[in-house]
């Protein structure tokens, strides 16, 4: 309806869907494909999304992938498929075990996959049936390392029989050498011959030549050791991520002209009728049909209470059902509700990989085959050069080798940084990557947008003037009477302000707005007229009533005058109010040295009324173009962040270093961010910044220790002081060290 007290500083918002292509995720398979990603920007996206033409010709493939126990796992999985002819490109999200195919016209699915299990691993299409992922290629065969450390006790045991003792330190290699000879084959002719699987069956054949029986039956046990302890890691960064799966139920209970039905939840469209009982999770977003009814957002919003709805209100995907059976109204496109959303998120994370994670990457590429080479030196130079043993030199190169395994420095970056986003996700912060999570850790200052972000974006009555012989309950039942059943921001207001105190709406008959001016009626057989200060004849009012609207107008307020047979009867002051926790979010980030201010297009006097409350500098009447000019001209000399929820504030979101979205926002803005609040508590941005501090110290600490050791370890194995055994310690210790310091990051909680 047209209404005279337009909020005129309330910014406009609007719901864009966006639509994906590819399935909607409804299978354990299946549910990670929420969409594609998104194109590649500036802050360091490695990936473009396959165009929507090849979309529509069904050319871009989807497989959840068993099997995977730690990044490199991925790597081995992309080099086998990219070199397929027909495929234009792969990319492996590990933290979701998908993997996302573009194949050419011709190409055809199935090769894709016998790649994938030619490399050891298994594809799981999105045709077949949810169930666990397998497990890796030797988990498979638990009995493998169970044997292989009992044959090594008996062998142990056995030590005052010699000949009985190397005869079963030799079965006992023979036995875990051959599952890891023959994945190193599978992976030398899938691409990726300096695989660290290649490292180890080198390393064990060749002591097994030497007559080092005892040492390189060590050396495969302790390697599987550090293989399962990888594999608890990445069960362990996973776990939220299934868990998030599990919100969505497979089936919904649709209701429609012959009764309701039970139908998959991937058949829901917008604008369908479903209902939930107690119990139950939304299969879709919804808008509550219901008049009120209590929701558990726990699992979405990190909102530890239940919290009540109201008729009209959004849902999320995932909220469970508490109190009554509720009737919800479809508002989601099929694989693309909150849950969706979420996980296309944490697949973006894969996507979007930190600065340090991809430049070890590239250093592992050349690393390997140069420590190879290196190890290989070792064993021909000192006999060929110097005379010197060739059982020595080729033990030295064989433990050269092993201490050279990049796999602790490989997994320092990964480890930490999917263990941080995990902890995040569990906080309510998405963070699309390791990108945007380093570089939240290095703002110094960030910039807020006014309604929506550091207000409620709810008007609400502050201040109430009510001139004699009317009183205070009288005119807000008035008011009330006129607004009831408007859903118009002011009216619900006034609406909310009557029933706070308990008050019913006094009848109020021939009710009709008056477009752009307000809305009036008849109440006794008088005129009762709610409308803006400027739509009011100045003959209406006495020059007390002008101080007090020129009062009230100076604070920023948003003003409406009840006037009954042209007497003013009061005037109503509102605002957006501040979000209950916008002082203590700021305070957070003043303690961590982050300067806040506010961009808004608000006017001056709403714009300083917040940022004087709140203690911070602001920009007011701002158009997108001047917001999106400030955040360039503040990003040249410092490393900023925007929190923002609005279509209006996308192109800022998208240049500031790190772009921050409230969960309830728009489309626009969420998708145009690199962080997401889902459950819109400011205080969270604290928590974020502090994490990604966090997992800085982890990746400096695991680089450190991988490094370290190695060094030390080089040095002792050169000189002769480090043998077989002791070299794979060093290296699936370190390993498993780094590891355990990057599962610290899953301990990260909020101090508020």
């Given amino acids: 309806m047209g209404h005279c007290c337009h909020h005129q500083h309330t910014k406009e918002t609007a719901t864009e869907h966006h639509h994906h292509q590819g399935c909607a995720p409804r299978t354990e398979q299946t549910r990670s494909c929420a969409a594609q990603a998104p194109a590649a920007d500036a802050r360091g996206q490695d990936n473009p999304p396959p165009d929507e033409e090849d979309d529509r010709r069904g050319n871009t493939h989807h497989w959840r992938i068993g099997g995977m126990d730690c990044p490199s796992c991925a790597a081995k999985i992309e080099t086998a498929v990219r070199r397929l002819p027909g495929v234009l490109s792969a990319e492996v999200r590990f933290t979701t075990e998908r993997l996302q195919v573009r194949l050419a016209p011709e190409a055809v699915p199935a090769t894709v996959e016998q790649a994938i299990t030619a490399a050891g691993f298994t594809p799981l299409t999105e045709r077949k049936p949810a169930r666990p992922a397998p497990a890796p290629w030797w988990r498979s065969q638990l009995d493998i390392l169970t044997l292989l450390a009992l044959m090594l006790a008996a062998a142990l045991a056995s030590l005052p029989y010699p000949a009985l003792g190397q005869t079963l330190f030799t079965l006992a290699t023979l036995w875990g050498l051959i599952p890891i000879a023959r994945q190193a084959w599978r992976l030398a002719r899938s691409g990726s011959p300096f695989s660290i699987e290649t490292l180890m069956t080198v390393a064990a054949t060749g002591a097994l030549f030497l007559g080092e029986t005892a040492e390189a039956a060590m050396v495969l046990l302790l390697f599987m050791v550090g293989e399962k302890l990888e594999s608890l890691a990445a069960s362990r960064a996973r776990k939220g991520v299934k868990a998030l799966m599990a919100l969505v139920p497979e089936k919904a209970r649709r209701l429609g002209a012959d009764g309701p039905e039970e139908v998959e939840a991937s058949e829901l469209a917008p604008g369908d009728w479903i209902e939930v009982h107690p119990g139950g999770r939304l299969p879709a977003d919804g808008e509550l049909l219901t008049p009120l009814a209590a929701f558990d957002e726990s699992a979405v919003t990190g909102e530890s209470l239940p919290v009540e709805r109201r008729r009209g209100e959004r849902l999320a995907a995932g909220s469970l059902v508490v109190d009554v059976a509720v009737q919800l ?302 955040v360039e001209r503040l990003g040249r000399t410092r490393s900023l962040a925007m929190v923002g929820d609005g279509i209006n504030d996308a192109p800022a979101l998208r240049r500031a270093s790190v772009g921050i979205a409230m969960g309830q926002g728009t489309d626009v803005a969420l998708d145009s961010a690199d962080v997401a609040l889902s459950h819109n508590r400011l205080t969270g941005l604290a928590d974020a910044i502090r994490l990604s501090r966090a997992t800085h110290a982890n990746i400096r600490q695991n680089v450190t220790l991988a490094l370290g050791l190695k060094a030390i370890f080089l040095v002792t194995s050169l000189t002769g002081f480090t043998g077989l055994w002791l070299a794979v310690l060093a290296d699936t210790g370190a390993t498993a060290l780094v590891t355990l310091n990057a599962l610290r990051l899953l301990t990260f909680r909020s101090r508020h």
């Fill in 329 to 630: 109204r479809v508002t989601s496109e099929p694989g693309n509700n909150t849950v969706d959303r979420i996980l296309l998120l944490m697949e973006q994370a894969e996507a979007n990989r930190a600065p340090i994670a991809r430049f070890i990457e590239r250093f592992s590429r050349w690393y390997t085959p140069a420590m190879m080479l290196a190890a290989l030196l070792v064993i021909l130079l000192p006999p060929l050069a110097l005379g010197a043993d060739w059982q020595t030199w080729i033990y030295r190169g064989l433990v050269l080798l092993l201490i050279g395994c990049p796999c602790a420095l490989v997994i320092s970056t990964p480890a930490a940084v999917t263990s941080a986003l995990a902890a995040a996700t569990r906080l309510g912060v998405l963070i699309k990557g390791g990108a945007a999570l380093e570089q939240l850790g290095r703002v110094d200052t960030l910039a807020f947008d006014k309604t929506g972000t550091l207000t409620l974006g709810q008007p609400a009555l502050t201040e109430l003037v009510v001139y004699p012989p009317q009183d205070r309950g009288q005119v807000l039942a008035l008011a009330a009477g006129l607004e009831s059943g408007s859903h118009h921001p002011l009216a619900r207001a006034l609406v909310a302000a009557a029933e706070a105190q308990g008050l019913t709406a006094e009848p109020v008959a021939d009710r009709h707005t008056l477009a752009g001016a307000g809305i009036q009626g008849r109440w006794r057989e008088q005129a009762l007229l709610l409308c803006s200060p400027a739509h009011l004849p100045e003959t209406w009012l006495t020059p007390a009533q002008r101080r007090d609207l020129a009062r009230l107008r100076a604070g920023g307020h948003t003003l409406a005058v009840l006037a009954l047979e042209q007497k003013v009867l009061a005037l109503f002051a509102l605002n957006d109010r501040l979000r209950d926790d916008a002082g203590d979010g700021i305070a957070t980030l003043r303690a961590l040295n982050i300067d806040c201010l506010m961009l808004t297009g608000d006017h001056e006097q709403a714009a300083a009324r917040v940022a004087e409350t709140l203690g911070i500098g602001y920009r007011a009447g701002l158009k997108p173009e001047d917001k999106l000019a400030e």
